[in-house]
C-alpha cells in the first residue's frame, strides 16, 4: 500500500472511530428507554446485560460487536501515526486493542447485581477495569503525541479530559446505593462521565484529522523519531490540484 494510500485509509479509520464512539454513547441510553425502571443515573450500563433486561441479548450482541470494531479500527488508524512517532502508534494501537478486549469481554461474562459472588459477574468487571485503564492510558498517549506534534491546545483538551475522567472514575469508586450523600449515589453518572471524557479526546482528534494532508502529522524537524526516508508522504504529480 502507497504511504499517501495509508493515510487516506487511516484517516477514514480515525473518522470512523469518531462516529463508533458516538453510537457507544447512544445506543445504550437508547436501548434503556425499554427497561422499564432503570434509571441511568444510579444504574450502570451494565444493568442492561443483566438476565432481568429485557434489551439484553441486544446490548450484548452491541457490546461484542463494537469491541470488535475497536480493535479493527485501533489496527488502522494509529498506522498513520507511524510517520510521527512509531512508538507512540504502537502503544496507542495496544492500548485501543486492550480497550476493544475488554469490552468484548464485559459482553461475554454476565453482569448479576443480584448475585455479586458469581464468577461471571467477578469476570464481567474485570474485563471492564483492565479495558477502562488501556483506555485511560490512550488518553495520556494521545496527549503526549499531539504535545509532541507542537498541537498544544489538541493536547492540553485532552489532558483536561484525562484528569475529569479521572476525577469521575474516583467519584465512581466512592459510590454506592447506600451512601447518604446523594452525590454518591449517581453510579451511572459517574459511569457515563468517565466513557464521555475518555472518548472525548479520540472523537477530537478523528474528526480533526479529516482536514490533515498527509505530511501533516509529522514531528518538527530535529525533534523525536525520525521516520525513514522511504516514509516520506508526498502528494502524486497531479497538474490539476490547486495550489
Not at 129 to 144: D, E, K, M, P, S
Not at 184 to 200: D, E, S
Request: charged share 15%; hydrophobic share 50%.
Amino acid at each position: 500500500m502507497s504511504l499517501v494510500k495509508r493515510w487516506r485509509t487511516t484517516a477514514l479509520a480515525w473518522a470512523v472511530l469518531s462516529f463508533w464512539l458516538l453510537a457507544d454513547l447512544l445506543v445504550p441510553n437508547i436501548m434503556a428507554y425499554s427497561f422499564s425502571g432503570y434509571d441511568p443515573q444510579t444504574v450502570p450500563t451494565s444493568t442492561l446485560m443483566t438476565p432481568a433486561s429485557p434489551v439484553d441479548v441486544a446490548y450484548r450482541l452491541w457490546t461484542g460487536i463494537f469491541g470488535v470494531g475497536v480493535i479493527v479500527l485501533a489496527n488502522l488508524g494509529p498506522l498513520y501515526l507511524h510517520t510521527a512517532s512509531p512508538r507512540a502508534a504502537n502503544v496507542l494501537r495496544v492500548l485501543l486493542s486492550g480497550y476493544g478486549l475488554g469490552v468484548i469481554g464485559m459482553a461475554v461474562f454476565t453482569y448479576d447485581p443480584m448475585n455479586p459472588a458469581a464468577n461471571t459477574t467477578g469476570l464481567h468487571s474485570m474485563a471492564g477495569y483492565l479495558g477502562y485503564a488501556c483506555l485511560f492510558l490512550a488518553v495520556i498517549t494521545l496527549a503526549i503525541l499531539a504535545l509532541l506534534l507542537r498541537r498544544y491546545w489538541e493536547a492540553g483538551v485532552y489532558a483536561a479530559c484525562f484528569v475529569l475522567a479521572l476525577g469521575a472514575f474516583m467519584m465512581l469508586g466512592g459510590s454506592s446505593h447506600e451512601a447518604q450523600d446523594s452525590l454518591f449515589r449517581l453510579i451511572g453518572v459517574w459511569q457515563r462521565l468517565i466513557t464521555v471524557f475518555t472518548y472525548l479526546p479520540f472523537i477530537a482528534f478523528g474528526l480533526l484529522r479529516m482536514n490533515d494532508e498527509p505530511n501533516a502529522l509529522r514531528l518538527p524537524p530535529g525533534e523525536g523519531e525520525e521516520p525513514e526516508a522511504e516514509e516520506e508522504l508526498h502528494w502524486p504529480d497531479n497538474p490539476h490540484r490547486r495550489h
